[in-house]
């Protein structure tokens, strides 16, 4: 049964930092692309990060561009989002998964959490106030 465990969530100021971790079981991460979602109050999904699997092409999206850095660790079986200079805008809870059957990381972080509403996990906590 494939799960995912997201982790490293906390409360930081404005303009500090935190990463996230994603442990995958269950698949070989080699073969699998990973994305980090959040969802913040009021508003729906989005895609904010999306790695490819071996080639490790990356997609951001733009509010999050030069902040943002995904990465993986395939013998640790572990996805990770270092986020730097955090936004308040940033507040959300943070969910990653392994969209299947897409052409391209930007479609996958773009299209996926408008067609998937369940299955997410509990996901991590990120607030970011002073």
């Known amino acids: 049964q494939l799960q995912l465990v997201e982790s490293g969530g906390g409360l930081v100021q404005p303009g500090g930092s935190l990463k996230l971790s994603c442990e995958a079981s269950?698949?070989?991460?080699?073969?699998?692309?990973i994305g980090w979602f959040r969802q913040a109050p009021g508003k729906e999904r989005e895609g904010v990060a999306c790695?490819?699997?071996?080639?490790?092409?990356?997609y951001y999206a733009d509010s999050v561009k030069g902040r943002f850095t995904i990465s993986r660790d395939n013998a640790k079986n572990t996805v990770f989002l270092q986020m730097d200079s955090l936004k308040p805008e940033d507040t959300a809870v943070y969910y990653c998964?392994?969209?299947?059957?897409?052409?391209?990381?930007?479609?996958?972080?773009?299209?996926?959490?408008?067609?998937?509403?369940?299955?997410w996990g509990q996901g991590t906590q990120v607030t970011v106030s002073s």
């Open positions: 790695i490819s699997s071996s080639e490790g092409s990356t």
């Open positions: 269950g698949l070989i991460l080699d073969y699998q692309a």
């Open positions: 998964a392994a969209p299947p059957a897409f052409t391209s990381v930007q479609a996958m972080c773009v299209v996926y959490p408008h067609l998937v509403h369940d299955n």
